[in-house]
């Protein structure tokens, strides 16, 4: 016996990826558009170890810093979108955005003559 269908409610949201980079390291975290960032951060926390204060979202290319108390959608944070990554540094500063493309190495690989074959 099926169940009768019901109407979805604004809070029946599609699921969308994002991309979380970090220097050579990319997390993919499944989630839907009405999560805020601090909730996130808190995926990133049961990844990394890394507790939630101590990191910062960027949603790039534009570098814009993502608030905790506002959700993906409010800061316009679309399915796949690339998210940096940074973590606070014993100073208490938190370090600059370093996220190593993999199209470098296949540029410095063209460079080295690219394949023998």
Sequence with gaps: ???????KSPDDQ????????RNKTTYFLQCVPS????QIKEKLHEIT?????NQRLIL??????LEDSKSLADQK??????VALTLRK???????VNIVRPNDFY?????????NW
């Design 107 to 115: 540029q410095s690989r063209e460079a080295d003559g690219g394949s």
């Design 35 to 38: 999560e805020t960032i601090l």
């Design 60 to 65: 790039l290319p534009n570098r814009e810093m």
């Design 49 to 53: 170890d890394q507790p939630v204060e």
């Design 77 to 82: 944070v679309e399915n796949d979108a690339v």
């Design 1 to 7: 016996m099926s169940q009768p269908s019901r109407p």
């Design 14 to 21: 599609t699921g969308m990826y994002i991309r979380v980079k």
């Design 90 to 96: 014993d100073d208490n500063e938190f370090e600059e």
